[in-house]
């Protein structure tokens, strides 16, 4: 009985980091997997391959995975607006755009990290370290982006083609220089 709930158990972790859509998300997951075949070959009478398993699949390989997508796959994005959100649910609900940003990222094999602030975009961006900030007012939406990277040309492409509609103003950001737009 025990050996068919991990089995089950195995197979639903499996599908599940199949079919997510971020990637850190997957290495979790994957992680998981790994713990519960460990448990598998201890019930199969294989301790020293669970315990491999334990160390090697589910901490070392999760661990070095997060590692290098925190490296080179995220990409960190500092949200703030006008109204001083007091849900972040309610603002990603309200906010097509940020869910289409985030889609976009997806599907550039990019790990999209927003971080809801309430701090004035001029703090964000003289502290903090960003891949884009974005300042929503009522009327328009403020993205600044690093100059170097060169996903701002895509996204900028991106942002013409599908929210042309909008008013977004785009400001290549350059880390120590007066960034006025």
């Not at 790990?111 to 961006?125: A, C, G, K, M, N």
Request: aromatic share 12%.
């Amino acid at each position: 009985m025990t050996e068919n709930i991990f089995l089950i158990a195995l197979v639903i972790m499996a599908i599940i980091a199949l079919n997510t859509k971020k990637l850190r998300r997957a290495v979790v997951y994957l992680g998981v997997f790994s713990l519960i075949s460990s448990f598998v070959y201890l019930l199969y009478g294989a301790p020293d391959v669970a315990i491999a398993e334990a160390i090697i699949g589910s901490t070392i390989t999760t661990v070095l995975y997060l590692v290098a997508l925190r490296k080179y796959k995220v990409f960190s994005i500092y949200y703030t607006n006008d109204s001083h959100f007091q849900d972040i649910r309610l603002v990603k609900s309200k906010s097509p755009f940020l869910y289409n940003l985030e889609t976009f990222l997806i599907k550039r094999e990019m790990e999209p990290q927003i971080v809801y602030s309430r701090e004035p975009i001029e703090t964000i961006l003289a502290q903090e370290k960003f891949d884009l900030a974005i300042h929503h007012t009522d009327d328009d939406i403020w993205i600044y982006g690093c100059a170097e990277d060169y996903q701002i040309d895509a996204l900028e492409d991106y942002l013409l083609s599908n929210h042309g509609d909008l008013n977004i103003h785009l400001t290549r950001y350059e880390e120590g220089a007066d960034n006025e737009s």
